[in-house]
């Protein structure tokens, strides 16, 4: 039996009157780009996450970059993240000319370890990126505590994380900006390049619209800008989608269960969900120390696993580019993440037999090689 890691065909098929329906009604309104589509789906979004703006941009990259410029922060700024996240995270640090200062995440959750962000803030720190990793929250309360102290913008990489909630908070609630992706694999997912802005700040409303259109408010009235826009197209796909994603999380969810049930008593480590979190389990990922061995077994087996993130950050040829950052830091949670990381299938399309036999697989494993 093959099992693939994503459902994007199977999503499209499932979803194919509404979608074509949504692809239709924009090509025949002419408008295809700021246009009604993207306005309309911009309003739904911020109602969705109960904050007061969105802005569609071109990528959850772009989304990251552009919050932070939109916050002032620029050369000779720090930037406080981790490395071990996509690559993109560190990239729109280096974007907007600032350093990248990595913190070392947390044995359990792999989120960053929030009690070494204080001994990391300098005079020049301005911003933390706590990155919502797998589909969990990273701890917004104590990062907000922190933030405040000491006078940081809050900007959340929550590429891998909608409609993900902590406990007792919510997306949002506690930074300055969130960075949204829609890349064809994420929970909310456009068949391209899409993310987000979303801010309770009007400023920071104001001035990514500002940024991602030529630095234009008004028709051929410009200052120093970008083209970042999200084109109306993908805004009328995830406008349909947007209305399935609680429901495609729960399925996560109980996917997750399904695997934490069957796998528990193996020599895995499972993901840790703290209390009173909904983790939305972007990624199902264990951890082993033979994980080369276990990916090997399961891709001959037919079954697509994959790893993230296998290099962490500082750890790619090359680093850090010429860019600002620590050329050695100190992160033994986030190599030991990056050396151990195995993400089986997850995705709310998964047929119960794909389920079982992913499950059974990884037990065979275990037993033979543990
Ligand atoms: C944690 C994280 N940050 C940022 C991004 C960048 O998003 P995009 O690929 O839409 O640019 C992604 C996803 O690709 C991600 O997983």
Redesign the pocket.
């Known amino acids: 039996m093959q099992v693939g890691f994503y459902g994007h065909v199977r999503q499209y098929h499932n979803l194919k009157q509404e979608i074509d329906g949504a692809i239709r009604e924009v090509l025949e309104s002419g408008s295809y780009v700021t246009g009604p589509t993207l306005a309309r789906f911009e309003g739904e979004l911020a109602a969705f996450c109960e904050m007061q703006y969105a802005v569609g941009v071109?990528?959850?990259?772009?989304?990251?970059w552009l919050a932070m410029m939109a916050l002032g922060i620029g050369p000779g700024d720090e930037v406080i993240t981790v490395a071990n996240?996509?690559?993109?995270?560190a990239e729109?640090i280096w974007i907007v000319g600032a350093k990248a200062v990595f913190v070392d995440s947390d044995a359990k959750t792999k989120n960053i370890d929030v009690s070494r962000i204080e001994a990391a803030i300098t005079p020049r720190t301005k911003a933390i990126v706590p990155?919502?990793?797998y589909g969990q929250l990273a701890e917004m309360s104590a990062i907000d505590k922190i933030a405040k102290k000491h006078g940081l913008a809050v900007i959340e990489?929550?590429?891998?994380a909608i409609d993900a909630a902590g406990d007792g908070f919510r997306v949002g609630q506690f930074s300055d900006a969130v960075?949204?992706?829609?890349?064809a694999?994420?929970n909310l997912g456009t068949p391209g390049?899409?993310?987000a802005v979303i801010t309770d700040r009007a400023d920071v409303d104001k001035e990514v619209k500002r940024l991602r259109n030529h630095g234009s408010t008004a028709r051929s009235v410009h200052s120093f800008g970008f083209n970042s826009r999200l084109d109306d197209l993908h805004a009328g796909m995830l406008s349909v989608k947007l209305k399935y994603i609680t429901a495609w999380n729960d399925r996560r969810r109980e996917i997750a269960q399904q695997y934490n049930q069957r796998l528990a008593g193996t020599s895995l480590e499972l993901p840790y969900e703290k209390p009173g979190y909904r983790h939305v389990y972007?990624l199902y990922v264990v951890e082993h120390d033979k994980r080369d061995d276990l990916l090997e077994f399961l891709n001959k087996a037919g079954i697509d696993a994959k790893c993230?993130y296998p290099i962490a950050i500082h750890q790619q040829e090359g680093y850090p580019w010429g860019k600002e950052a620590d050329p050695r830091p100190s992160l033994p949670n986030s190599e030991r993440n990056a050396a151990r990381c195995l993400s089986l299938p997850m995705f709310p399309e998964l047929t119960q037999e794909e389920i079982d036999c992913v499950a059974a697989k990884v037990v065979e494993w275990d037993k033979a090689n543990a």
């Open positions: 071109n990528s959850g990259t772009d989304a990251l996240t996509f690559f993109a995270t729109a990155v919502h990793l990489d929550c590429a891998q960075a949204l992706s829609f890349i694999h994420k390049d899409a993310g972007h993230h």
